[in-house]
Every structure is written in C-alpha cells, then in structure tokens.
C-alpha cells in the first residue's frame, strides 16, 4: 500500500434504521483502526423512526442529511457522495452491515492497486453462513438460467457462490462497497430512477466499462442481516422488473426481450409457492413490458407501499 492513506468518506443511507443503528455505529471505531481519517456522512430518507435524531446522539460528529423523502438507495448515495473529495475512498454502506475489525484498512489496501475501481468485503449473514454477494455481468442466458433453475443454475447464472475470494468480478451487492479515490468524480452518480435493486449493477458496470476492476478484499469482513425482498411481494416486483431495465440499458432490446421472456415464465412457474410475490411480479412484468424493453423501471418514482416497505436490502 501506498504510505499516504487516503481519507475515507462512509456514505450510509438510513430509511428507518434505528434498530439498526446503535449496532452498526458501535461497529465503526473497530472497523477503522488504521485510518487515521474519515467521515460519516449519513442521507436519510425521511425516516419515522427517528433515524437522522440516533446518529445525531449517538454519532455528534456526523453529517446528517435529510433528502426530503424516501428517494431509493441511489439517491441517498448521490446525496453522501456530493459532498465527497476526489481524493477520498468511498465506502457505501446500508446500516444492517457490521464491519469487522480492520475491514475499511483491507478495503483500502485492494483499492491501493489503481486498476481496482471498486473493494467489496466477504460478507456473512447473521447465522455465521457465507454471503453470495459477488456476481456475473447479467446476460439473457444468465437471467434465463436463474429464472428457469434458481440456485441450481450454478455456473450458468449470475451469481457466484461463496468461497474462496476472487480477485475480479463483474459487481457485487451493493450494501457495502468501497469506491476507490477518483473514480466517483469520473464515473458520476448512480442511476436514481432505479430506486432499488440493480443500480449497483448499473454502477459497477459503469466503473468497469470506464477501466476499473471490482475486486474482493480478502480480508475484509463484514455481517449482513438483509433485506426483506423475498418477503414483500412489492419489493420482489422491484428487483424482477430492474433485471430487465439493466439488460435493455447494457446489453439489447433483443437481450431485455428474451430476459423478460424468462421472467415471465419464472413468475407463472412459481406462482403455487408464492402467489401473492410472484403474480405482483407477473403482473408489473406484463403491464410494464414497453417500459421495461426501453430501459426503464415500471414506475419510475416507486410505489408508495415500495417505500413503506424498504428498511433494509
């Protein structure tokens, strides 16, 4: 590594995070030994919790911002990452995610190689059991493979599974991720109409198309609890119909037609497991098909029960 350490701007987007916050700020001292500096800029998305009131109190030395309402994930980080250097790291973080001891120093060592744009740690879930957070650039095979066979696609689908760390990967999960100095300022914002789900996909793509690499830090952990998208049919909808905009965006419309296509079927497929999550998938996927083959979400602002719902990824 290099003997000037740059600063670190921890960019973390709160959308009624009290539950998680004392957790997670009690984690960041440990987390930073051995960066002498870096700040916690917080965006917060109109919480009702008291979000933006816990880490004023329990973190007096935060930048809090109020976005004015609950904008998505992407709008929080474009909102922490305005006020960042270009000579300052990056680290986005969802507040469910609980850095390990001298996790930020190992973030900071991989971004230290300047063809790395983007660090990602190895993640656990609460039960001690492996993160699948690394992934494959999405394809039309690849979302075909997932949608057709789930977690068995295995080498034919996206995601990678836990093991030993990889060096270079096509994106990783987005709730913790360490921008490398520089490149956000080149790279730009992260696509806000996406609301949530994909526009880290969106992001990392960006980064690597421009040069970078995304690559895993060995030896950088950290604890995931997770979101509640395999619960709520309203975000499950999020994320199935964001598939389909990335492909439209990066690969084709001929690509983004036969990932809806697979979709499609999936959604039929499964809807004797869930119906409920799988037919609101169904339905946003057939009356949302123009928009998505152009590249664009089905409803661009997000529903309201989307927002009610978003409290963690």
Same mark, same amino acid.
């Given at each position: 590594?290099?003997?000037?350490?740059?600063?670190?701007?921890?960019?973390?987007?709160?959308?009624?995070?009290?539950?998680?916050?004392?957790?997670?700020?009690?984690?960041?001292?440990?987390?930073?030994?051995?960066?002498?500096?870096?700040?916690?800029?917080?965006?917060?998305?109109?919480?009702?919790?008291?979000?933006?009131?816990?880490?004023?109190?329990?973190?007096?030395?935060?930048?809090?911002?109020?976005?004015?309402?609950?904008?998505?994930?992407?709008?929080?980080?474009?909102?922490?990452?305005?006020?960042?250097?270009?000579?300052? +790291?990056? =680290?986005?973080?969802? *507040?469910? !995610?609980?850095?390990?001891? %001298?996790?930020? #120093? &190992?973030? /900071?060592?991989?971004?230290?190689?300047?063809?790395?744009?983007?660090?990602?740690?190895?993640?656990?879930?609460?039960?001690?059991?492996?993160?699948?957070?690394?992934?494959?650039?999405?394809?039309?095979?690849?979302?075909?493979?997932?949608?057709?066979?789930?977690?068995?696609?295995?080498?034919?689908?996206?995601?990678?599974?836990?093991?030993?760390?990889?060096?270079?990967?096509?994106?990783?999960?987005? +709730?913790? =991720?360490?921008?490398? *100095?520089? !490149?956000?300022?080149?790279? %730009?914002?992260? #696509? &806000?109409? /996406?609301?949530?789900?994909?526009?880290?996909?969106?992001?990392?793509?960006?980064?690597?198309?421009?040069?970078?690499?995304?690559?895993?830090?060995?030896?950088?952990?950290?604890?995931?609890?997770?979101?509640?998208?395999?619960?709520?049919?309203?975000?499950?909808?999020?994320?199935?119909?964001?598939?389909?905009?990335?492909?439209?965006?990066?690969?084709?419309?001929?690509?983004?037609?036969?990932?809806?296509?697979? =979709?499609?079927?999936?959604?039929?497929?499964?809807?004797?497991?869930?119906?409920?999550?799988?037919?609101?998938?169904?339905?946003?996927?057939?009356?949302?098909?123009?928009?998505?083959?152009?590249?664009?979400?089905?409803?661009?602002?997000?529903?309201?029960?989307?927002?009610?719902?978003?409290?963690?990824?």
């Amino acid at each position: 590594m290099s003997q000037q350490i740059p600063g670190v701007l921890l960019a973390v987007v709160t959308y009624n995070s009290a539950a998680d916050l004392p957790d997670f700020l009690d984690a960041l001292p440990a987390a930073l030994a051995g960066v002498p500096e870096w700040r916690l800029v917080v965006a917060d998305n109109a919480s009702s919790d008291g979000s933006p009131e816990l880490v004023a109190e329990l973190a007096p030395k935060a930048t809090v911002l109020h976005t004015g309402g609950n904008l998505g994930y992407a709008a929080g980080v474009n909102a922490c990452l305005e006020l960042a250097t270009p000579e300052e +790291a990056v =680290l986005v973080l969802n *507040p469910d !995610v609980r850095l390990e001891s %001298g996790a930020v #120093r &190992e973030l /900071l060592e991989v971004c230290a190689d300047p063809a790395v744009g983007i660090a990602a740690p190895l993640v656990r879930r609460p039960d001690g059991a492996p993160e699948a957070t690394l992934r494959r650039r999405p394809t039309a095979r690849r979302v075909l493979a997932e949608a057709l066979l789930g977690a068995r696609a295995g080498a034919l689908g996206e995601q990678l599974p836990p093991g030993p760390a990889r060096e270079r990967v096509d994106w990783a999960n987005g +709730a913790a =991720l360490m921008i490398a *100095p520089g !490149v956000a300022h080149r790279v %730009g914002r992260w #696509r &806000e109409e /996406l609301f949530l789900y994909s526009e880290e996909t969106d992001y990392c793509r960006r980064v690597t198309d421009a040069g970078w690499q995304v690559r895993q830090a060995p030896r950088a952990h950290a604890l995931h609890r997770g979101g509640e998208y395999g619960v709520s049919p309203a975000l499950w909808a999020q994320l199935v119909t964001n598939k389909v905009v990335h492909l439209a965006t990066w690969e084709s419309r001929a690509a983004a037609a036969a990932g809806w296509l697979a =979709l499609v079927l999936s959604q039929a497929l499964r809807l004797p497991l869930r119906r409920g999550t799988h037919l609101r998938a169904l339905r946003e996927l057939l009356s949302g098909r123009a928009r998505l083959l152009a590249g664009l979400p089905t409803n661009p602002a997000a529903t309201a029960e989307v927002r009610a719902q978003l409290a963690g990824r």
